[in-house]
């Protein structure tokens, strides 16, 4: 029993082992210039299930350099999605659409500072606010000669959870009005769901668009650069989870 | 309101004659019902396309009638007679075939014109036939229009350019217009050019759709008997028509340059360059910047070329390169600070500058320096460097971004997508939920006693059965020593104790008169436990058990009778 137990230990590490030098090969490659072996590898990792925002980035840049615009702009996206402040993401994701000729998806001020959290962020900033507001009430109950003043600080953390509250609203809203890619040449978003209605713009290869409503017949809503039209589903793929 | 009419479709054309230069409104009408838009099949000669869907309520004599329009603009490109259709409108309720004529006529300026394409086309070229990446190549566009067609002279492309790859949006300008002749016909001829240039190698498409709006006089338009609600003025004489433009497919096969003889020095520039390098200030002290400025000039990807590379040495200490806007968009200038870190330092190195020559197709390799400096030795030099650094960069400099950031280094903890966060678990939901639990019941703890200590019935009130069990098990004990006199008094003590707190009485207002007047619906049996009791706690004799028990436990069920008692 006990030998059985020290294998299975001895067992656990392997598949980090494994995925350690499929990273290391991967930037091996992207170092040598071999980026179809590198984006390769990346995405063995990812089908594997590895979920790093690491390992999301670094896929991207293997695409890009690659020359597969449009699957790198969807993975900068993904990477993002994980980690909105992180710099360098940001900057590559930048520059691969500014590559694409697509525009920059640029909300308003409010939308910026929603998203300047992630979802998980959004959730630990809820949880610690529900935390700290639980204790506060505790404290209140017992410490009446201070209990004005002990509620009046509880607004701190109700703010706090509504504003998270608020953070996690906005990154739900990308499951009812996902984020797709454009995936195929000569996009055109038509004024109607139907495949004669007038076309109303084009859409480069490689531009993230919103979507914002859906027809049975295969066509998808999306807005582009604040102008709404109506696309073939064929013509996106889906970026956000 | 009932509806006027029931449930319809109807396809019209309006008008059903029109010349080559005109268009016509389809509708297609669901009359008390709704439909969606029908997708017309492709008919060669006109182009039919989709305005969008409108609707309409009707009251007549209090009657309403609804209609669902869906438009349509069918456009000819040649002359002839069309049948639209038949296509099926399916509605609530049914479906109905539909079909419709038009025909369309050579325009009256121009008795010769079979298609709109013999009018007016387009026609694109390039001044290179196989460019390099990042090379300019020039992309001219022709616009021929047949004399006596009126255009407004404002032109539009509207996509037909290749989707990706290329360096920023093509901004076409117009350089002139002449008249030519072509197959024996007068054509009005403009010129618009523009400069391209691509970010990767690969075949290149160039297709452009030149929109164009054509002026009809109104005249002819009226003699048709069409009112057009799209174009044109209500009052003017004349009107214009948005019209796009055939155009030729032109492929251009961009190279990339070739890995084949690539110096290590080469730093992405492409076209033909001249490279200066200028070093100041000449004389320093050991820890002080020394600048350099480097100046690429020429044509070509100048915003590509990142900056020359000087070789690090363990003398300098080398700070990263910045660009410095020139205001010219054919130089780029680069600044570099460098700081020698001692006296032993006599020149700055040999500066190389590598690019791809386009017009030999070779690369090309100019080389600066080196430049003689005199550097002195001084104590403390670090200090200096801190100091001095920030003053050699001047203002206006931007920091390099002309690729994408390297690769991120290897995570610590590999995470799976399988991998829940640590919230989302079912433990740590319950967890989560404690603290609330928790409040609550802190709350309503204190809440109890808070009300307990502001309400002395309540609290007595709640105290009563309490207090009463007390005495019940002393007489319960005495009932098992067969102790009488001990065992009335302690059922004296748990009736007047359980009553005085049960009807908040104060000790000496427990009497039998008192309790028996605030609960009337037990008077009785309360009254006989009262005397009972009262005469067995003074009377002469002993009690025999069996006398007991029963007196006991009809006490028992009298308070846990009066405990359901609503006062």
Redesign the interface.
Known sequence: MRLLSLILIALLPL??LA??DN??NA?TA?DSGRYAEATLLYENMVS????????Y??LA?AC??D?D?PTAIQYYRIAWYNAPRDP?IR??LH??LN???AIDPAPGFIDRALFSLSV?EW??VA?GS??VL??L??LA?FMKSTRRSILKLCLIPMAATLLAGAGWRQWYQLKSNPEWIVVK????A??????????HY?L???ALVRQTGTDPKGWIEVEYDGKTGWLRRAYLERVSP | MASAFSADVKMSIQPQLISLLDRAVLKVEFIDTTGAAIDFPEIDGLKIQYQGPSTETRIINLKSTRKVVHSYVVTPSKVGDFTIGPVTAKYKGGEKVLSGQLRVIKPEDDKDAQEISELMFSRITTDREAPHIYEPFGLTLKVYIRDGVQIDGNFGIRGGMPESGMDGELQWQVTNRKRQEMNGSIFNVYTLVTTAKTLTAGTFTFQPQVQMNIIVPRQNRRSYGFDDPFFGDFFGRQETRPFVLDCNKLDVEVRPVPMKGRPDSYTGGVGIFDFDVQVGPKKVKAGEPITVRMRIAGKGNIEKITPPLIENSHEFKLYDARTVATGNSDEVLFEQVLIPKSDSVTNVPEITFSYFNTKTTDFRTIKQGPFPVTVEDVPQQGAQVIATVPSTIQQGTTVLGRDIVYLKPMPRIWKTAADSAWYSKRLSRLLLGLPALFLLLISGIAARRNTLANNTALARRQKAPKAARKHIQRAEHALREKDSLAFHAALWDALTEYFGHRLNLPPGEVTQQAVCSRIPQEAETIGTLFETIEQQRYGFGESRNDEMKPLLKQLTATMRTCEKVKL
């Open positions: 598949p980090s995925f350690e990273f290391l930037q992207y594997n299930g590895i979920s790093n925002t690491e390992v980035y670094n840049n890009f350099k020359g615009l360098d900057a590559n520059f691969a590559a694409a000729g998980s959730i630990m949880i529900y935390l639980m204790l009430l505790m109950l040449t000569e996009a055109t038509l004024f109607g769901p139907i495949d004669n209605s007038t076309a084009k480069p290869l490689g």
